[in-house]
C-alpha cells in the first residue's frame, strides 16, 4: 500500500502562482513513478505531468511547458509541482498518483497509475 496526500491547493489570479506538494508513505520502494494530473468539472482527468522517482526524467502536456514544473525531495518523499503563469483555464481538481513497479517509460495515462491522493483544488480567476 501507498497513501498519497496532496497539499497547496488554493484560490489565485491570473498570472499568480502556487505550488502543490504530495506526500507519499507506505511501500514507497516501489514507487516507479509519480504522476500529476487534473479534473476540470464536467471534464475528464488528464494527464499533466510526470517524475520518474529517482527524479532524472520528467515528462510534460504541452499546455503546461516552461509553466509547470515538476520535482522531488527524497529526503521527504515527496513530490511538487509548481506552477507558475496561471491561467482561468488551469482551474481544476489536482491530483496525484503513484505508479509501481517495473515500467517502461514514463506514464501518462490515468490506467497506468495504482494510487491516488484525494485532490486539491486549485482555481484560477481572471
Known amino acids: 500500500q501507498v497513501q498519497l496526500v496532496e497539499s497547496g491547493g488554493g484560490l489565485v489570479q491570473a498570472g499568480g502562482s502556487l505550488r502543490l506538494s504530495c506526500a507519499a508513505s507506505?511501500?514507497?520502494?516501489?514507487?516507479?513513478?509519480m504522476g500529476w494530473f487534473r479534473q476540470a468539472p464536467g471534464k475528464e482527468r488528464e494527464f499533466v505531468a510526470v517524475i520518474s522517482w529517482s527524479g532524472a526524467r520528467t515528462y510534460y502536456v504541452d499546455d503546461v511547458k516552461g509553466r509547470f514544473t515538476i520535482s522531488r525531495d527524497n529526503a521527504k518523499n515527496t513530490v511538487y509541482l509548481q506552477m507558475n503563469s496561471l491561467k482561468p483555464e488551469d482551474t481544476a481538481v489536482y491530483y496525484c498518483?503513484?505508479?509501481?513497479?517495473?515500467?517502461?517509460?514514463?506514464?501518462?495515462?490515468?490506467?497506468?497509475?495504482?494510487?491516488w491522493g484525494q485532490g486539491t483544488q486549485v482555481t484560477v480567476s481572471s
Open positions: 507506505g511501500r514507497t520502494f516501489r514507487i516507479y513513478a
Open positions: 498518483a503513484a505508479a509501481l513497479g517495473a515500467r517502461v517509460g514514463l506514464q501518462t495515462r490515468v490506467r497506468e497509475y495504482d494510487y
